[in-house]
Structures are given as C-alpha cells and as structure tokens.
C-alpha cells in the first residue's frame, strides 16, 4: 500500500546548528503534506504544513521543501535549540486521513 | 480554551474487559479521529468522523466503535479488551477548508491490557 516513510531514525546535531529532517512519499496524489512534533509523554503538535501546489514553505525557525519529481520532503529547523529535542514525523493527507511515518528523533547535544 | 481533552489519562485493563475513552473539543471544528501509537512507531488511525452525525473507519478499525455525540464529542469504546489493544490513544480534531486539514491533538489515554 501506499506509504511516508522516514530516512532515518535518530538524528543527533548540535546546538546552534541546523537541523535537516527527511522524509520519503509514495502516493503521488496526496496533496497536503505535514511535520509534527512529539515531545515525550505529550501529543504531537503541528508544526508546519505545505501544499502540493508549493515546493517551498518557511515559518518560524522552520522551513519545509517539497520535491514532487522525487516524492521527498524535508524539514529544515535553523539554529537548533535544546527545546527542539522530540520525535518530528511527517505525514501526508487525503480523503480527511492522515498517513504517518515513524518518526525520527531529533537529539541536540550541547 | 481547552483545545483536546481526553479522558481517562491511564487505564488498565483485563482481558476482555470493555471500556469508553472519551474526547471533546471546544474549537468547533468539524472532523474528529482517533488514533492509536505503539512504542517506537507513528500514528494509525483507527476511525474518524468528518462532520457531525458521520464516521468512517481508518487504518486499523477492528476492535473498536465509535460515536460522534455531537459536534464536541467523539468517544472510542472497546467493546472486549485484548493485550494487542496495549497503546497510547490519541484524539485530534480539525476543521476543514480552513487552511487546515491540520490535526489538534489531545495529550492521549495510556492504555494497558493485561
């Protein structure tokens, strides 16, 4: 079946560095795309949303590309800080339903 | 506003045994879910309700029922507990076609059947 899987697991970067977040898509009709954060023991929490119609979206410290030709999504967080440490998944949408990859656990090191 | 709320945070349970977890938003949105995350892995949805007075099932919908009460309320109930049912549940609402398909999420229901 269809899928969004994610390049790796863990992701270890050092605090003040950038953080980049990959992801992999196998439907190419889906046509929202979404990163959400999980701190431990909580729900997840949105953090940026893109569009199929868009390859680029920016928010706050976020940026989220999306590469159609290659079904690749990334997110990028600049200056990562200590409260940035969770498990960040990406999912795509359609039909009201939301497809999750596994996640990958974002680690900052001091 | 309270966002998601989610009762009971924990529970254990026999086998067998049934319970409701109940959820409820106070944003007026109109689609409600009810995922299910196991250790280590992402959300599956197990059913949703688009609107007020409609559900549908999602990814992994056996064992479970659901009821939209109203537009706020939408409770999952398992009807005969199994060790397989042991996950964190988690309820999210959105409100669709307002530039959100974006999820609300409830802190989750810590569920245990032994």
């Known amino acids: 079946g269809e899928s969004v899987g994610l390049h790796l697991p863990t992701l270890s970067v050092q605090e003040g560095d950038n953080s980049i977040i990959n992801c992999a898509y196998s439907n190419s009709a889906s046509d929202y795309f979404i990163w959400y954060k999980q701190e431990s023991g909580k729900g997840p929490q949105f953090i940026i949303d893109i569009r199929s119609n868009m390859d680029k979206r920016q928010g706050q410290r976020v940026t989220v590309l999306l590469n159609k030709t290659v079904k690749h999504l990334s997110l990028q967080i600049a200056a990562t800080q200590p409260g940035d440490s969770a498990v960040y998944f990406c999912a795509e949408g359609s039909n009201y339903q939301l497809i999750w990859g596994a996640g990958t656990k974002l680690i900052i090191k001091p | 506003n309270a966002g998601v709320t989610q009762t009971p945070k924990f529970q254990v349970l026999k086998t067998g045994q049934s319970m409701t977890l109940q959820c409820a938003q106070d944003?007026?949105?109109?689609?409600m879910y009810w995922y299910r995350q196991d250790p280590g892995m992402g959300l599956r949805l197990i059913y949703y309700s688009a609107s007020e007075g409609t559900t549908d099932k999602g990814e992994v919908p056996n064992g479970y029922n659901v009821s939209r009460l109203n537009k706020r309320e939408f409770s999952l109930r398992l009807e005969s507990a199994a060790p397989s049912q042991t996950s964190v549940y988690f309820c999210?609402?959105?409100?669709?076609?307002?530039?959100?398909?974006?999820?609300?999420f409830g802190p989750g229901t810590r569920l245990t059947v032994l």
């Open positions: 944003m007026n949105h109109n689609s």
């Open positions: 999210a609402s959105s409100d669709i076609g307002r530039g959100a398909d974006t999820q609300y």
